[in-house]
């Protein structure tokens, strides 16, 4: 089982785009909690970062798709603005151990 990478190496407050095993997952770290989910936004199941960088707000609470701004919570993905509203992000359930990230 391969490691998504250790939990320090991703910045706080700030959505990262990772490849792993042909999954592409955002991993977004807020102080000593990460969520990860399915890099697939449910307006049109693409990706939300197709310009790249972070998608998350200043304080890690939302995630804003770069395609047509629907705005999702962090904690359990739910869309509360935008074309899809009410709709969820694919959450990812993840292992932390000794501080390296494993897919569940
Ligand atoms: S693809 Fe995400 S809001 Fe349209």
Do not use: K, W
Request: glycine share 10%; hydrophobic share 35%; aromatic share 4%.
């Amino acid at each position: 089982m391969s490691s998504l990478g250790n939990i320090t190496e991703f910045p706080e407050n700030a959505s990262c785009s990772v490849n792993h095993d042909g999954r592409d997952l955002l991993v977004v770290r807020r102080g000593d909690a990460l969520f990860v989910y399915e890099n697939r936004c449910p307006h049109t199941r693409e990706s939300l970062d197709p310009m790249g960088g972070s998608v998350a707000s200043d304080d890690g609470l939302l995630l804003t798709c770069q395609r047509h701004a629907a705005q999702f919570r962090l904690d359990n993905g739910e869309c509360v603005g935008g074309p899809c509203l009410g709709e969820q992000l694919e959450a990812v359930a993840v292992i932390i151990s000794q501080g390296e990230i494993y897919l569940d």
